[in-house]
């Protein structure tokens, strides 16, 4: 098909992305971020994208969690829709790219390709899911894992933030009603889905080009740790004597860390980013310490061998250190592959547009690692300064920010369907 002229504002796009970063939690003032799921401020923002959304002339809906969506009503309205979208909720001290470039980005190719004159034959619908991050319950993607039926609504429902409110309370009191298995879809529901987002990482930049077109999505297993030693006084207990949970744990940590270099994938990676140490007092032997580890890979079967073998690890740590160590995987999802037919879309695209870009991995996991399990998915990458994210200093600049919403724009155009103004 005939690809649509593009004017993208991405002076606008700046605008709108610092404008939502002002809705946070952080102790810092923008760009550190803290938005998270079902908060004051997650509901302000929530409120300041739905507005934008309806000045753009989009159709706005909630599900039961709050997955926000927004549709471009095409010519045939009846046929399955051509899905954006990411999330927008940050962890504590976060940067103002990561998920965001996705919903306002998509607000913007839409916008891009009203104003060039477009007009889809399927519907474009952009989706803001509900708590990508597991900053609040303890698993990430919960939006998406719930409308694509990667997690059963009752188990949803129960997951407990630290002060012990359920996901099924804290969504009503931030005012989502309903039933919580209403929110799933249905198979078919898009034609397909394509997210654009930042890398997260160094390749683009270093190669610089602009453009990643994702292949793979890495599968991540979240596994929680308890060890429980003899805790005591600090002088009065005898280094010969001791069971003490925090070195066990150390020592846990370091085969972890060896388990992952010795490891026959190199895309594997393992993260200890969490832990908690009872009593936790200067003067006091630690009796129990709790951790988290994040494991992940695009070869899932690779995954579960390193997790076993560091399972035996820490049990023999225990063993030998005389703890007690229990441990509960938390999640353990299946890798993604992207869709052929999306990747040569955004192939495509970029080399309409003399983009340069590359074929790539996702190490990070995304929303649409869940959405690949009820459309043909894809991703967009567009290089971060530094590879940095997570971070107050995660940056992506205009240009590149540009040139990512023009690639989902025509990415979006040649999966809808449809017809470019007349010339």
């Known amino acids: 098909m005939d690809l649509p002229a593009l004017e993208v504002d991405v002076e ?109 034959q399927r519907s474009i619908e952009l989706v803001m899911f509900t708590s990508e991050e597991p900053t609040r319950f303890g698993v990430g993607c919960t939006g ?3 409308i694509s039926g990667a997690m059963a609504p ?18 009503a009191a931030a005012g989502f ?15 397909a889905f394509v997210e654009l987002h930042i890398e997260q990482g160094p ?27 003899q805790g005591g006084h600090a002088g009065g207990v005898l280094m010969p004597d001791r069971r003490d949970a925090l070195c066990a744990v150390a020592e846990m ?6 388990c992952a270099l010795q490891s026959a994938s190199p895309d594997l990676v393992a993260t200890v ?50 703890v007690e160590v229990e441990s509960t995987v938390l999640n353990a999802d299946p890798p993604a592959t992207a869709d052929a037919r999306v990747v040569q879309a955004v192939r495509q ?23 690949a399990r009820i459309a043909p998915m894809g991703m967009i990458f567009i290089p971060c300064r530094g590879g940095v994210s997570h971070r107050p200093d995660e940056y992506a600049s205009p240009e590149h920010m540009a040139a990512g919403v023009e690639t989902l724009a025509l990415t979006l155009a040649q999966l809808a369907g449809g017809r470019p103004a007349c010339t």
């Open 273 to 322: 980013g969490k832990m908690e140490v009872h009593p936790g007092a200067v003067n006091s032997i630690p009796r129990r310490v709790r951790f988290t580890l994040d494991l992940r890979d695009i070869d899932g079967a690779n995954r579960d061998r390193v997790l076993a073998e560091i399972l035996d690890q820490t049990n023999s740590i225990a063993a030998r250190r005389k």
């Open 12 to 120: 606008t796009l700046v605008d709108e992305l610092q404008e939502l970063a002002k809705f946070s939690a952080c102790d810092e003032p923008p760009p550190a971020v803290t938005r998270v799921v079902f908060t004051d401020v997650d509901r302000q923002a929530r409120d300041y994208l739905k507005q934008l959304h309806r000045a753009a002339g989009l159709t706005v809906r909630e599900d039961a969690v709050g997955n926000t969506f927004a549709r471009w009503v095409g010519s045939d309205a009846n046929a399955s829709a051509v899905g954006t979208g990411s999330h927008t909720d940050a962890i504590p001290h976060a940067g103002m790219y990561d998920g965001t470039l996705g919903v306002l980005g998509g607000l913007e190719a839409i916008r891009s390709l009203q104003r060039g004159g477009f007009r889809p």
């Open 154 to 171: 009752d188990t949803l429902a129960a997951l407990e933030d630290d002060a012990g409110n359920s996901y099924d309370q804290a969504r």
């Open 253 to 258: 940590i370091a085969a972890i860390e060896e």
């Open 203 to 229: 390749v683009l930049e270093q190669a610089g080009e602009v453009i990643g077109a994702v292949t793979a999505i890495a599968a991540p297993s979240t596994v929680a740790f308890e060890v429980t030693g």
């Open 144 to 146: 998406s894992r719930l």
């Open 349 to 371: 695209a970029a080399m309409s547009l003399n983009l340069p870009f590359r074929e790539m991995v996702s190490r990070a996991y995304h929303d649409s690692l869940f959405m």
């Open 177 to 191: 009603e309903g039933e919580i298995a209403s929110a799933v879809l249905e198979h078919g529901h898009y034609t």
